[in-house]
């Protein structure tokens, strides 16, 4: 049998023959310097007893690179180009590859299918690493794309343990800080619309938002929580329910501007003024903030900045290979509280 196992070899079945982690592997299939010699014969010669031989790694080790970068993105095409935050992270990370000289490729993957047609144009190297947004919990594809032997850097992250590299801004420290804004302006039955919970900026930006009750000696009230989905229509439907569980709230804190301009609509159709009645605090500092009546004291993220870390980092990646499980490459950017009128 010389060896070889029946059907397709995986990274991880080389890994474990070599005695090294998966991202060991990958280093040294993508012609990474950061490897030893002795990893490095150890890892050959698992591939050559399994007969994992990938076009990739023959890619890799040859030296040639597509110098294409694909930005992958999970959404509809009609929240892709509704969303302010989208379209500043597509800036921040063509603005990056520009001055590297890469080419971006947009993509949207909106169902199983679509992911399945992506992984295969990956597995035939058309590009030299991916760019991951808006990424919930139970995606598979991150790792998936380590799998392939492909460098990828998550915008956010699945967990709070993530072990792909990732850029995020403080979600925690965005709704502590907005909590403690709407105490200081005397208000003490504050809600919350938070954003789908199967993604851990929404799990992130709640817990901020529960510890800031805790410093200022409130006590949480889970009538006060309602999740939606960062749309517009998602703010409109988690107000309303807040409104008929809680009619006496006296604050929101929306886990996006986005959801705020939602909660704001329901509250003006139920004759609640902002801020005199409700005040009101958004997540994004966006156009949108600015333009709504009235301005929307936002926490502010780095949104353009995260897009061009990101693109750094991958580049890095490409050219000293995937980082381990272990030692994930990770970046937590600061936000800033941006007040205006309606707090």
Known sequence: MNGRQSGRPTLEQVAARAG???GTVSRVINGSPRVSEQTRTAVARAVAELGYVPNQAARALAGSRTDAIALVIPEAEARLFAEPYFLDLIRGVSAELAEADKQLLLTLVRSEQERQRFEQYLAAQRVDGVLLASVHGDDPLPDRIRELGLPVVMNGRRAEAEPVPYVDSDNIGA?????AHLVARGRSRIATVAGPLDMYVARARLGGYRAGLTEAGLAPDEDLVSAGDFTEAGG???M????DRRPDLDAVFAASDVMAAGARGVLREAGRRVPEDVALVGVDDSPVARLMDPPLTSVRQ???EMG???ARMLIREIHEGTATPEEPR???LPTELVVRSSC
């Open 175 to 179: 709704g502590r800080a907005a909590v």
């Open 20 to 22: 090294v982690g998966r």
């Open 330 to 332: 990770r970046h937590v």
């Open 302 to 304: 780095p949104i353009e």
């Open 236 to 238: 409109r439907r988690a």
């Open 240 to 243: 309303r329910l807040l409104l």
């Open 308 to 310: 061009r870390t990101m």
